[in-house]
């Protein structure tokens, strides 16, 4: 199965209300990370939270990360119309000095102007 | 705006062609990588290298080939296109970083469709 899962699958909410998203992941990692992809397009990177964070800010945008539950939680405060796309967290672990990521399932967000 | 292209963006073809997606990075990334997304899915990654002439398998069997002649330029070839290699395509880049941990710049992605 896959090391990241996130949930929910699908989330719409209100312009203005507060999104959360969730992501669980199986093994040790090294870093976190949340990207966001519109429709049809590429990924952009977020934000990256390391093993020994606990929460992170930006902007409008929270992370939270607990190692000991394997799970990460990415808060959107006050969303916007241009917040609708689909959220993916991606764990990272090196191995022999070099890093690669294992994407999520992702959760769609839907703002509803 | 992360500087990494990916050619063409849509690709209608025949079964049995030979394709190459085309990914270009400006950045100076050592590192490249190439995913398979299926529409609403996760991502898979296929295929990455570490530098010229470094080339690796992902952790999804794919029957594409890569190539890393340049730093710049990672392109992927589709030997023999069937309508299971339809999928989008998605090329990325990060700087070398041993215990540093990066973000990874993603191109706008070609999305394959095989007749």
């Known amino acids: 199965s896959q090391q990241g899962e996130e949930d929910p699958q699908a989330l719409s909410i209100q312009e203005g209300e507060n999104a959360t998203m969730n992501c669980s992941y199986k093994?040790?990692?090294?870093?976190l990370q949340w990207y966001r992809q519109n429709s049809g397009r590429g990924l952009v990177h977020l934000i990256l939270?390391?093993?020994?964070?606990r929460e992170k800010h930006s902007g409008r945008l929270r992370v939270t990360l607990d190692t000991s539950k394997k799970s990460s939680s990415l808060l959107i405060t006050a969303s916007r119309a241009a917040d609708t796309a689909s959220y993916f967290c991606?764990?990272?672990?090196?191995?022999?000095?070099?890093?690669?990521?294992?994407f999520g399932t992702g959760t769609r967000l839907t703002i509803i102007p | 705006e992360a500087d990494i292209y990916q050619t063409p963006r849509y690709l209608v073809i025949g079964t049995g062609k030979k394709i190459t997606l085309e990914c270009s990075q400006t950045?100076?990334?050592?590192?490249m990588y190439w995913y398979q997304q299926d529409p609403g899915m996760e991502l898979h990654l296929i295929h990455y290298?570490?530098?010229?002439?470094?080339?690796e398998k992902g952790d999804l069997s794919s029957e594409s080939t890569v190539s890393r002649i340049r730093t710049e330029h990672f392109p992927l070839t589709l030997e023999s296109a069937r309508p299971s290699h339809t999928s989008q395509y998605l090329c990325?880049?990060?700087?070398?970083?041993?215990?540093?941990?990066?973000?990874?710049?993603f191109g706008p992605g070609t999305r394959l469709t095989v007749l």
């Open positions: 290298s570490y530098g010229v002439n470094s080339t």
């Open positions: 991606a764990t990272g672990l090196s191995s022999g000095g070099n890093e690669k990521l294992t």
């Open positions: 939270i390391r093993s020994n964070e």
């Open positions: 093994t040790s990692i090294n870093n």
């Open positions: 950045m100076g990334h050592d590192k």
């Open positions: 990325a880049s990060s700087t070398l970083g041993g215990r540093t941990y990066n973000e990874q710049f």
